[in-house]
């Protein structure tokens, strides 16, 4: 490492130099890289909830469709707005009622049945289909020439039109997001850092490790919304405490030597320090890829690569930057914001029992709290009430009970009797208000026009909707009975539509969230194992951080907060890969003070009063970074997210500084009888090593 770090110091302008032309390299590839707002798309591809999406999209030229909301126009401008539409590229069919009645019949003369779900007092429904899927970019782009062409008189529902409007309003803000958390980390390090220059050298080396990390997303292909408004605001709050780290080594190393020799020592020393502890965040990161529901992979490999990124401009970038502005950072240097804490680590340790018992009876109810928290999955109430997409699904629940219209796809040589008894079956069920296929439409009389909308060379297409609402477990259950029914008359039929996808992915976040926790925990188990090289520690620390957990989510608990779905899963591995450094940094301070020290109270002491400002100063970096997002974001997924995390940083702090020194004085004994020495510990992280290599890999197996 010394010989790197001589290099870097010697050619710091060419450093500049380089990373200026990767810089606008970035800048590129991130204007390359795919952005996906539909949510929907990371499930599984083998489901068959997919395999349908699949099915009407080849066969059916259906890969989406929106239900659009005509108020106060005449049959004569919606048949001219049809006609406007059909033109549209992308758009496959639109169907009006006024194709069959034309400008002259009453529409009183259809059943009432399909009458009141396709007309209402003023207002009247159309049909609309896609060729392509619902996120993709040529169907987004009809949605947006619809609202164009049409001057906004018409108003569209459906997945794509929620798509479109997340992407717009996530466009609208992502940049405020940056400024937010980049403003209120600049207040945190001008009152924690020694010099009014270097805050602003270490935001600018980490937002170029950001550019960095958005640039080779290229070789992603896509990345999801969600990723794309966290990724900023994470990876400033994970990786600025590594460039504090430097600089702290570099200012100590320079009352002893020249700049050029500090800062090569301050290379050395940091890369030793941080490399181990940013293991864990990474770990934390890479265990998101263990989920099916592949958002996770996403989030999971940007955000590690992220920190790797960080990592290594930290040691190249931040050194440069400090040595080409040694003059103006030696010139801006006041005074630092630093509390004393001396009287309250001294209460703390000298009532270490105190908060010990605290902890422990705290436990269970945190704990217990913690897995009530209620989750949503309804993806458009995450979104403003204001938007058009979410005004028109709630007009289309409340003037025509239209909530989760579901699609079943059946084989095209399946009887008519057959097709006629099942379609039967499913209007009988509770819930279900309409059923429309090939035979009804005939029965009422309709058009071939819209008789082959229902039908392709194998497939028959039945159209069914439910009065329950999408992620309910009244639609879920309701779902499995249409399931057995559709089954007993075709074994390969499959039930598609909102409805069916959102219940696996119910399914799969159920069982996403556990999987995630426990991988997490034992994945950096491991990791403090090996850097601690003690038996106990690994336990003692990440149930503290559980610990912090459990009272972060149980303050949503208790202030009956309902989460969207993603926000439960993530949380727990970013806020104890992220924040567990936190607890080794005080934990290897204080294990090696007793290597000199017989009191154990007074080594405590003394580690807090040494180590405590650097926590504060990490977690309320990470509380900045975060805490504005989540205010400002109107966007609750993000929004959501930010707020938990923000509030984790401090709860981990809390527990940190107050939890982890009592649990560490009290189980002293047991902490120096467990530590691995030697022989038994090489063979012992040689195993280990071993075992991770052999597992199965947890995330690029997922792209």
């Known amino acids: 490492m010394k010989k790197i770090s001589k290099f870097i110091i010697n050619n710091k302008t060419k450093v500049l130099i380089i990373s200026c032309i990767l810089l606008v390299l970035s800048f590129i590839g991130m204007k390359l890289t795919t952005i996906n707002y539909n949510i929907l798309v990371y499930l599984p591809s083998e489901i068959d909830t997919i395999k349908g999406q699949d099915i009407l999209t080849d066969e059916f030229n259906m890969g989406s469709y929106s239900i659009v909301a005509a108020e106060n126009l005449s049959p004569k401008e919606i048949l001219n707005l049809k006609n406007k539409i059909t033109k549209v590229e992308g758009v496959n069919e639109v169907l009006s009622i006024y194709d069959v009645l034309g400008t002259n019949i009453p529409i009183d003369v259809l059943p009432s049945e399909i009458k009141d779900k396709i007309h209402q007092d003023n207002t009247d429904l159309m049909f609309i289909t896609f060729k392509y899927s619902t996120s993709d970019e040529r169907t987004i782009n009809a949605v947006e020439e619809i609202r164009n062409i049409t001057d906004h008189k018409l108003m569209q529902g459906g997945m794509s039109s929620m798509v479109l409007d997340t992407m717009n309003l996530s466009n609208e803000e992502i940049t405020i997001y940056v400024i937010i958390a980049v403003a209120l980390c600049l207040i945190v390090l001008e009152l924690s850092l020694d010099s009014y220059v270097v805050p602003i050298l270490l935001l600018t080396n980490i937002g170029m490790a950001i550019m960095f990390n958005f640039g080779t997303n290229i070789f992603l292909g896509d990345i999801s919304y969600i990723t794309k408004a966290l990724v900023a605001v994470l990876q400033l709050g994970v990786t600025t405490d590594y460039s504090i780290f430097l600089y702290h080594a570099y200012e100590d190393k320079k009352e002893k030597m020249n700049k050029e020799e500090a800062m090569e020592e301050a290379i050395s020393e940091t890369f030793t320090s941080v490399v181990g502890s940013s293991l864990t965040t990474i770990a934390g990161f890479l265990v998101l890829c263990t989920m099916k529901l592949t958002l996770g992979t996403d989030l999971g490999i940007v955000m590690a690569k992220g920190v790797l990124l960080g990592i290594i401009s930290v040691l190249t970038i931040f050194p440069s930057l400090l040595l080409f502005f040694d003059k103006q950072v030696t010139k801006t240097k006041h005074k630092k914001l630093m509390t004393n804490f001396n009287k309250i680590n001294t209460f703390i340790v000298n009532n270490n029992k105190a908060f010990f018992v605290i902890f422990i009876i705290l436990l269970i109810p945190l704990y217990l709290a913690n897995n009530k928290v209620e989750v949503y999955y309804k993806l458009d109430r995450s979104l403003p009430s204001y938007l058009e997409s979410v005004k028109t699904n709630e007009l289309l629940k409340e003037k025509y009970n239209i909530v989760s219209p ?51 060379d194998k497939y028959n297409l039945i159209l069914i909707n439910s009065k329950y609402d999408v992620a309910t477990n009244e639609l879920n259950n309701q779902i ?3 399931n057995k029914i559709v089954k007993k008359y075709d074994q390969n039929g499959i039930v598609a539509g909102e409805g069916a996808l959102m219940k696996d992915l119910v399914t799969i976040c159920d069982t996403d969230f556990k999987n995630v926790n426990y991988s997490s925990i034992i994945c950096i188990f491991l990791i403090l194992f090996i850097i601690l090289k003690n038996f106990s520690l690994p336990f003692l620390l990440i149930i503290v951080i559980e610990g912090a957990i459990f009272a972060n989510m149980s303050i949503s608990y208790f202030t009956g907060s309902v989460l969207p779905f993603i926000a439960p899963i993530v949380l727990g591995t970013i806020q104890l890969g992220a924040t567990i450094d936190y607890a080794i940094l005080i934990t290897t301070t204080y294990v090696n003070n007793r290597k000199t020290n017989k009191n154990k109270k007074e080594c405590m002491i003394n580690t807090l009063n040494y180590c405590g400002h650097s926590v504060l100063v990490s977690a309320a970096c990470f509380f900045a970074a975060t805490f504005g997002v989540g205010i400002y974001s109107k966007i609750e997924m993000i929004g959501s997210i930010c707020n938990l995390i923000s509030r984790g940083a401090l709860i981990s702090m809390l527990f940190v500084l107050t939890i982890l020194p009592s649990i560490l004085l009290i189980f002293d004994n047991i902490i120096n009888k467990t530590n691995m020495k030697g022989n038994k510990m090489k063979k012992l992280n040689l195993a280990v090593l071993t075992a991770v290599m052999l597992s199965p890999p947890m995330c690029f197996c997922q792209y």
């Open 406 to 456: 579901q699609i079943i796809l059946v084989d095209k040589n399946l009887k008519i009797d057959d097709l006629t008894n099942l379609t039967n079956e499913l209007s009988s069920l509770k819930g279900i208000d309409l059923t429309l296929s090939t035979t009804k439409l005939a029965e009422y009389g309709l058009s071939d026009n819209m008789i082959n909308l229902f039908d392709s």
């Open 480 to 482: 499995e009975e249409i």
